[in-house]
């Protein structure tokens, strides 16, 4: 063989050939201990004593499936080398064979299309990997992880290589985007941003983001995870992960009111001596005060239907920054006063600031939950479409609307070893991801 494949113990020389080559968080050696449930398997690949190649691979056993493995966002290497990919793709095999493994899944992060162009990358890649005796799967709800669709925002000049302001990428954004940002904390907004030691020394911050989540969870169907997992991620990563926290304070909310009422009384005393010119200025500015007290009746009245707190969480968001990349994992807006405050706007924009001041290349945004994935048979066929599932049509609209670039990342393969527990694997997972979320959300109520 050409090249030589192993295990691998150094978990820095396994990070630092990551960084050097691009990789991600969920190809790093801290993402095995934030999934506790899977047991890592860390493999790396030589050629002539350089390291050409490494992967990491994690195995659970599931009811009726047997164990499966999982490579999370693929192999770190040269796509391109169709007798590496081979010679691994013989060496996994053997080793799948010796640990009885029924399935081999992988998420490669290769593009297959941005914004609807073709990316050659992702072609040549698919073509690759079905070569190699890869299937794709085509039914999303079998996905182990996540959709192969995301919104990414690039924080970079790609070709000066410097780094865009928070309020120029706000700019570039729609209009709501950018009006809701602009008078976020005029609708009584607060926020902060909490370490994993603010929330270890503060479990209300967390319970806080839980509400959040719970709310988000019942709106779009997809897994909610609970309060123990979330803060065992931000631990196990808090040197690259923070919780964005965006408020409600009804005292906020009267004080500014207040100030407008203040606004609008000493505007009506100068109309009683001023011309007719500046008379109709302050009356145009009266009525624009009125719409800001109308919709701050309508909120202040909500706040009170809903709850009996003068301060509540009204969006969250939890990051991670890693390598260059700023990952959305988890986030969302409470159902009170969502319309009204927009503070989904407000949190991302507080998500984007942070990642612009840490260096970031690129923000990530979060994925997008489609029905089914179509890809080529071949180079020369044209891509198929990914359908969005209809109840995330407004959490794709809501992502698009930050002028962000949708990735379509070439989804996930599967190496199969035994096609009988792989039939009951692809016949379990989507059963048992619906009934787990159902059970959580009558727990919750």
């Given at each position: 063989m050409t090249y030589e494949f192993r295990s691998e113990k150094d978990f820095k020389s396994f990070d630092d050939y990551l960084i050097k080559n691009g990789g991600t968080y969920m190809q790093c050696s801290l993402w095995p201990d934030a999934k506790p449930a899977w047991k890592p398997h860390f493999y790396v690949g030589f050629k002539n004593g350089e390291r050409v190649f490494q992967c990491l691979i994690l195995g659970?056993?599931?009811?009726?499936?047997?164990?499966?493995?999982?490579?999370?966002?693929?192999?770190?290497?040269?796509?391109?080398?169709?007798?590496?990919?081979?010679?691994?793709?013989?060496?996994?095999?053997?080793?799948?064979?010796?640990?009885?493994?029924?399935?081999?899944?992988?998420?490669?992060?290769?593009?297959?299309?941005?914004?609807?162009?073709?990316?050659?990358?992702?072609?040549?890649?698919?073509?690759?990997?079905?070569?190699?005796?890869?299937?794709?799967?085509?039914?999303i709800e079998n996905y182990i992880y996540k959709a192969p669709v995301q919104y990414y925002i690039p924080l970079k000049n790609k070709e000066t290589g410097e780094s865009y302001s928070a309020d120029d990428i706000i700019k570039k954004c729609e209009k709501g985007v950018r009006y809701s940002v602009r008078i976020g904390d005029q609708r009584g907004l607060t926020s902060k941003i909490c370490s994993y030691e603010d929330v270890k020394n503060d479990p209300s911050l967390m319970d806080d983001f839980?509400?959040?989540?719970?709310?988000?969870?019942?709106?779009?169907?997809f897994m909610e995870r609970n309060s123990g997992y979330v803060t065992h991620l931000m631990e196990v990563f808090k040197d690259y992960m923070d919780l964005s926290l965006v408020y409600y304070d009804k005292n906020e909310d009267k004080k500014l009111q207040d100030e407008r009422d203040r606004q609008v009384a000493e505007n009506l005393k100068k109309m009683e001596t001023c011309n007719e010119k500046q008379k109709k200025k302050l009356q145009n500015e009266n009525e624009t005060i009125q719409q800001q007290t109308d919709n701050y009746i309508k909120r202040y009245k909500l706040a009170e239907e809903f709850t009996d707190k003068k301060r509540f969480c009204v969006a969250a968001g939890l990051t991670i920054r890693y390598n260059g990349i700023a990952g959305c994992i988890f986030g969302g807006s409470r159902n009170i006063l969502r319309n009204e405050t927009r503070p989904s706007h407000y949190v991302n924009y507080l998500r984007l600031k942070r990642s612009v001041e840490?260096?970031?290349?690129?923000?990530?945004?979060g994925y997008i939950f489609v029905d089914e994935a179509e890809h080529p048979s071949d180079e020369n066929m044209p891509l198929g479409e990914f359908?969005?599932?209809?109840?995330?049509?407004?959490?794709?609209?809501?992502?698009?609307?930050?002028?962000?670039?949708?990735?379509?990342?070439?989804?996930?393969?599967?190496?199969v070893n035994n096609k009988f527990k792989f039939k009951l694997y692809n016949d379990f997972v989507p059963k048992a991801r619906k009934l787990k979320i159902k059970i959580a959300r009558k727990l919750r109520k």
């Open positions: 659970r056993v599931l009811p009726m499936a047997g164990l499966v493995w999982y490579i999370p966002d693929g192999f770190i290497c040269d796509y391109t080398n169709e007798v590496l990919i081979s010679e691994f793709t013989s060496f996994i095999k053997a080793e799948m064979k010796k640990n009885n493994v029924t399935v081999l899944l992988t998420d490669p992060h290769i593009p297959l299309r941005v914004n609807g162009e073709n990316q050659q990358q992702g072609i040549d890649a698919h073509n690759m990997l079905i070569s190699n005796g890869y299937k794709l799967n085509h039914n839980m509400q959040v989540m719970g709310d988000t969870s019942d709106r779009n169907d840490s260096g970031c290349d690129i923000h990530d945004l359908k969005v599932r209809e109840d995330f049509i407004g959490i794709r609209d809501f992502k698009a609307s930050f002028n962000s670039d949708l990735i379509e990342f070439i989804g996930e393969y599967a190496l």
